[in-house]
């Protein structure tokens, strides 16, 4: 096929979707591969590796005019316009914007969007969600390091002792996982809650206290058993118990990171305005949530500021910042994925049966095909 590599145009956007290792592969699979000038600059994958990797080097309209486009983020109705009815795009296509998904349909696109795939071990090596938020959990605990004006580990100097910093992660999924593991390299104290009955093992078995929100209903029960690995909203009485013991712990801690999220859904509130009030001036929260509206009401989108002492990050994007080896593994997460869309002679040949498959196909023949 002849893949097409446009350089991503959404504002604060450093990733790319294919990296010089992964052209290589598609060229020596048969592809050919034109590349945008410039698509990799930001995550330091120079035009002249792309070139030595096989690929050529042209505009966005060549590269977005390839029958096969390889994107991070959904196409721009700008992006549309250069793309033929039939072109097929793999990306992260944001499957829960029913507009995005129907412009992408009226475009004639075939749209695949990996975040769709389902979370069962042979989707693993194609899971962008997790490769991309295991990036965010690690960079949120640097963020957050480099905003506390304090360290995080316990250090015993000749002019006295330093205590531990205290973490406090919300939400243990992949990226709560990573900053819990990052926190603890860092030397920090570190407490976690979930939903998820399930997280408390993973959470312990990385070394962090588990923050228990005891169930009071078989109701209570049975829904944060979640879905398909992912959590469902719990009912607003375990919230409020949960808040108020969330609370309690982030007035002692002095790191919060925050992650916690509802497919489809605004994020939960997890960090009420009078909690920020009452943690410690100096402490720092990362809302790693912020993008779907954040787990606490003072985050703002893009933003690092100062509210009753605590610096909130609200930064989005955080692979972005790590653009080199984020696009790295996004890219390997897309060579994983066509292998089941394009057969050993090269062609396109989507194998609809397979649930991973029929999971990411967002859009095709004109019409949004997601199933929600
Ligand atoms: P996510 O980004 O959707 O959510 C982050 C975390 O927030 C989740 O752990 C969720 O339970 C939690 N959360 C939601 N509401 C909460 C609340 N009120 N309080 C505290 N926490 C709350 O999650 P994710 O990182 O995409 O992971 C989702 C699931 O998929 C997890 O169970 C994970 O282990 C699983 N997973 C499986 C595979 C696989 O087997 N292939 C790969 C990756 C992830």
Redesign the pocket.
């Known amino acids: 096929m002849h893949i097409g590599i446009p350089k991503e145009t959404r504002d604060g956007e450093t990733r790319v979707a294919a990296t010089p290792e992964t052209v290589k592969k598609y060229v020596g699979g048969k592809h050919t591969v034109v590349v945008e000038r410039g698509a990799g600059n930001a995550a330091r994958y120079p035009d002249d590796a792309y070139e030595a990797a096989g690929a050529t080097l042209g505009t966005a309209q060549e590269a977005l005019g390839a029958g096969l486009v390889m994107k991070v983020r959904a196409p721009d109705s700008a992006e549309l316009a250069h793309m033929k009815p039939g072109t097929v795009v793999v990306g992260m296509l944001d499957p829960f914007d029913a507009d995005g998904l129907a412009q992408m349909a009226a475009a004639g696109l075939v749209g695949f969007a990996l975040e769709a795939a ?7 090596s194609l ?1 962008v ?2 490769s991309q ?1 295991n990036l965010a959990g690690y960079k949120a605990v640097l963020l957050a390091a480099n905003h506390y004006g304090r360290l995080i580990p316990m250090m015993m100097t000749a002019a006295g002792t330093l205590k531990a910093a205290r973490a406090v992660v ?8 990573q900053a819990i593991a990052t926190a603890k390299r860092l030397g920090a104290v570190v407490e976690a ?4 009955p ?2 408390r093992e ?1 959470v312990e078995s990385l070394g962090a206290k588990f923050i228990d ?1 005891p169930f009071e209903t078989d109701e209570e029960r049975e829904i944060a058993q ?1 879905t ?7 009912p607003p009485a ?2 409020a118990r ?1 808040a108020a013991l ?1 609370s309690e712990r982030c007035k002692q801690a002095d790191i919060v990171i925050s ?5 489809g859904r605004p ?2 509130t ?1 960090v009420s305005a009078e909690t920020v009030a009452a943690m410690k001036p100096g402490s720092v929260l990362v809302d790693l ?1 912020v993008e779907r509206g954040g ?1 606490c009401p003072l985050s703002e989108k893009g933003r690092i500021v100062e509210k009753h002492g605590v610096t909130i990050v609200g930064l989005t994007n955080l692979p972005g910042l790590v653009a080199t080896d984020a696009s790295a593994l996004y890219a390997r997460n897309i060579l994983d994925f066509l292998k089941l869309i394009i057969n050993a002679d090269g062609a396109l040949a989507i194998q609809r049966d397979d649930e991973i498959v029929a999971a990411c196909l967002v859009c095709e023949g004109g019409n949004v095909t997601r199933r929600t």
């Open positions: 389902p979370r069962i071990t042979r989707a693993q899971d969600l997790s938020a919300l939400g243990t999924g992949v990226a709560g996982l809650s979930d939903v998820r399930a997280a993973q929100v979640g398909g690995g992912y959590a469902r909203p719990m375990w919230m949960q969330v992650t916690a999220l509802i497919p994020a939960p997890l949530a787990n």
